[in-house]
């Protein structure tokens, strides 16, 4: 099976060019298009490029090679699933969700904002921060209902094991 490599990109007028598709098919390089909502959507991959891109330790002349271009992706790999805070979760790290952590240190924070709102409330001007655990997280919020179905269905599977 011969697997040619993939260009990615936005459905502009760029890539769709007849230049750029002969080019494409003489390199024998397969063109891609966005589709919304899926992982490589330029959305989404748009996004975690600038995440990498605004790391202090990013080469701004390039990697030396492609051995230190590996190398600097596995580290940025590991620094954004295990330290990087991600907003979309209540600023927990990946790692802290799915090991389940995430639920305490939300409740720690909602407890902590409660007291400051507590001891100052003049500071204050209205609720604190929604602190609350984030359900499932999806690239297609639409089929959360069926997210949410098979949750409870488990659930209820838990309950009667």
């Known amino acids: 099976m011969d697997i040619k490599p993939v260009l990615h990109g936005d459905n502009g007028s760029t890539l769709k060019a007849t230049t750029v598709l002969s080019m494409l098919q003489w390199l024998g ?11 490589d959507d330029n959305a989404y991959a748009e996004s975690l490029f600038r995440t990498a891109k605004y790391r202090p330790e990013f080469p701004a002349k390039g990697f030396a090679s492609l051995e230190a271009a590996r190398a600097w992706a596995a580290e940025f790999v590991h620094w954004y699933n295990v ?3 991600h907003s979309g979760i209540r600023y927990v790290s990946p790692q802290q969700r799915h090991e389940g952590c995430d639920q305490a240190i939300l409740a720690a924070r909602h407890a902590l904002y409660e007291e400051a709102r507590q001891r100052h409330p003049a500071r204050w001007s209205g609720k604190t921060r929604d602190w609350s655990h984030i359900g499932a997280v999806t690239l297609n919020p639409e089929r959360d209902a069926v997210v949410n179905m098979a949750a409870s269905a488990q659930h209820i599977q838990q309950k009667a094991a």
């Open 29 to 39: 390089v397969k063109p891609s298009y966005s589709r919304p909502r899926v992982s």
């Open 83 to 85: 330290d990087h805070r």
